[in-house]
């Protein structure tokens, strides 16, 4: 009798998406499934291809964009409102437009934070959120809705905070304003040494870094700062947590549930609080040394990578397999608690 073996028993899923944020593909692209992308010459958004910036695997195809009509797919990912409403119908056929279908869902509400209503308004889509915050937010009408956290690789790089200055990272910040912080920032630049880098950002940065060099500049500054009124989880945050850097932020959206204050960073609402705390770090770099180790050990915990592909390959099987009633969607499949604490403290007076 001859026997299966278990990559025999269980082909790898064939996934179609578009490359909206390179970020999060290349972690998505960790698990065990194929990605296909779109490509066109132009490289418009969502055609780029794999491009040049992350280190792909051999499991992410790219796929020219006149012959995806022609191929064999298991699932369809939408990552934004035009993959949505416009570029499915340009590209792909009516049966593929009949696959087992995913909204994965990366933002806040633009607009009214409790009342708007999401792009997606059917119950054979499973509609996905980065964090248990967005959920709430967000009204998802009819549709069946999960939650997926963040999974960041280990960076190779490690954390030593030699240059007494803050860090932040955020692409076109002075173009999208008070929303991401932009004010907040230059506020809190005219009074300590903080540095920017991201693209779109002109003088007022350093440029873009990318990424296969950003732990190697970002190991070096003293701490993360996150000065984002509204927006989802940044994955800089829980990469700059997982190289063991303390993370200072406003106590907004859900952060709140990532920073405990005075372990692993620090976190409020009042500014001038954090530019003290952030002040303490600059003078005090093993407590920030301390409190980054902290920080590791909470997003290895909560954001690690095998957790995060594990979720993504059992939600991709689900929706294969058929079940698309929406109890499946429940935190209880797809979700872990937002924050567990052991209790340890940092034996510090200056912290709260």
Known sequence: MTYMTTTQQKPRLKIFTWHIHGS???????????IYIPINDQRTPGYYGRGKTFPFGDNVHEVPVGMVKD???DVILYQSTKDYLVEQYDILSPAQRRL?????????????????RHVVNDRRICLVHVTHYNRLMWDNNRTPATVIEHGVTMPDVPYTGELAKGLVAINHLPQRGRGLGWDIFQHVRNILPIDLVGMGNGKDGLGEVLYPQLPSVRSRYRFYFHPVRHTSLALAV???????????????????????????GFIHTDINYLIKKMKLLLNEPELAAQM???????????????RFTADWERLFETVCS?????????????????????HSTIASDKLI
């Open 24 to 34: 999060y593909l290349y972690y998505l692209s960790q698990g065990n499934f194929d």
């Open 100 to 116: 087992p279908r995913v909204y994965l869902e990366h933002n806040t509400p633009a607009k009214n934070p409790v009342t708007t």
């Open 292 to 306: 980054g180790e902290v920080a590791r050990a909470a997003a290895m915990k909560r954001f690690n990578i095998d």
């Open 238 to 264: 829980c990469e700059a947590m997982m190289q063991g850097m303390p993370v200072v932020g406003l106590a907004t959206t859900e952060l709140v549930t990532v920073i405990e204050n005075g372990r692993n």
């Open 71 to 73: 191929l064999d797919f």
């Open 322 to 342: 058929g079940n698309m009633n929406e109890i499946i969607y429940t935190d209880q499949l797809f979700g872990k608690p937002a924050i567990e604490s052991d």
